[in-house]
């Protein structure tokens, strides 16, 4: 089994472009979670899904949006990237809410 | 996080020491309580969790306590050694989802 797999591992963007994170997990979980971690300041939770065809609110989820058509999939979307966007970005999977988090090798994005 | 203070935010100890990491939440429904290590440049992983039914619970050299009464729960690690070189993180749930603390970063000294 892979695990959570992110793609890319790295990328640098120009302010007001846009791109898509891809996670993707192989352990059937039914929950997934975007989060950003900047220095000093923990994870924090951008959006989540508690199964297919649904996705919520996190702390953070200003400038980014998500979707979850399958099942093992959970895209997070910058429509128009900003300097603040700046961060390093995981994503992780969970069978059950208050269960262990299966976390991604994360994306490090720079926004110029 | 939101009302997730985690102390100290950094710590150092003499290798085959003892530390201890504190971690005081506001949800007072919370029953899950977990915590995460991340070495440089890699992801978070568990390492150990305990529910609300029990007060502590033991991994080998790692142990979690929990006081539900005072709203905090604290990682214990002993006969530390170099690898126990990481951040820490905990992440009790508030409004049924995890809040992960800002961290602590443990350097162990040779």
């Known amino acids: 089994n892979a695990g959570v797999t992110q793609t890319p591992k790295f990328r640098v963007l120009k302010t007001g472009q846009s791109m898509t994170l891809l996670c993707a997990q192989d352990m059937n979980h039914e929950y997934m979670y975007w989060y950003r971690q900047d220095p000093g300041m923990g994870l924090r939770l951008i959006h989540y899904?508690?199964?297919?065809?649904?996705?919520a609110k996190g702390e953070v989820p200003d400038g980014y949006n998500v979707s979850r058509l399958k099942k093992q999939n959970f895209l997070l979307g910058l429509e128009s990237a900003a300097p603040s966007q700046t961060s390093v970005y995981f994503c992780a999977s969970s069978p059950s809410r208050f269960y262990e988090q299966y976390f991604g090798p994360g994306t490090r994005l720079t926004v110029t | 996080g939101e009302n997730v203070e985690q102390h100290p935010s950094t710590l150092s100890v003499q290798e085959g020491d003892s530390a201890v990491i504190k971690c005081t939440y506001s949800?007072?429904?919370?029953?899950?309580f977990p915590w995460y290590k991340q070495e440089l440049g890699k992801r978070p992983q568990l390492i150990i969790d305990i529910r609300s039914n029990v007060g502590e619970k033991k991994d080998q050299r790692i142990a979690v306590t929990l006081n539900k009464t005072a709203k905090h729960f604290s990682l214990h690690i002993t006969e530390t050694q170099p690898e126990d070189s990481a951040v820490y993180f905990c992440?009790?749930?508030?409004?049924?989802?995890?809040?992960f603390g800002q961290g602590t970063r443990l350097t162990i000294n040779p």
């Open positions: 949800d007072s429904a919370s029953n899950y």
């Open positions: 899904s508690v199964g297919e065809g649904t996705t």
């Open positions: 992440a009790p749930p508030r409004a049924q989802k995890l809040v």
